[in-house]
């Protein structure tokens, strides 16, 4: 089993920034896929951003290109994400999910084997 603990959210004006970290503990491997997912009031789960660990790639969606990044330290078994000119459509609870697989990223929930209890981001405008 693998535990992921988010860390890292709260409120921030519109236009601001929020970094939030995910600390894997457990049964961990550092080749796992990690993700970033959010789910905002009334909506579905939605893929943010993902990395791998060989090779380095990543993927996001569209909507957070360029203002969100995301990074992972294997040395202590952290993921994080970096998010820049944050708007109210950035409102959501984050989730830090891995997939055990190590080579190409999916965005379906569904492929994601653990996950974290999720963090609140609220961005006012």
């Known amino acids: 089993q693998v535990q992921l603990v988010e860390s890292g959210g709260g409120l921030v004006q519109a236009g601001g920034s929020l970094r939030l970290s995910c600390a894997a503990s457990g049964r961990t491997s550092n080749n796992y896929i990690m993700g970033w997912f959010r789910r905002a009031p009334g909506k579905e789960r939605e893929f943010v951003a993902a990395i791998t660990r060989i090779g380095g790639s990543t993927r996001y969606v569209d909507s957070v290109k360029g203002r969100f990044t995301i990074s992972r330290d294997d040395a202590k078994n952290t993921v994080s994400l970096q998010m820049n000119d944050l708007k109210s459509e950035d409102t959501a609870v984050y989730y830090c999910?891995?997939?055990?697989?190590?080579?190409?990223?999916?965005?379906?929930?569904?492929?994601?084997?653990?996950w974290g209890q999720g963090t609140q981001v609220t961005v006012s405008s």
């Open positions: 999910a891995a997939d055990r697989r190590t080579y190409g990223i999916m965005t379906a929930p569904d492929a994601y084997d653990y």
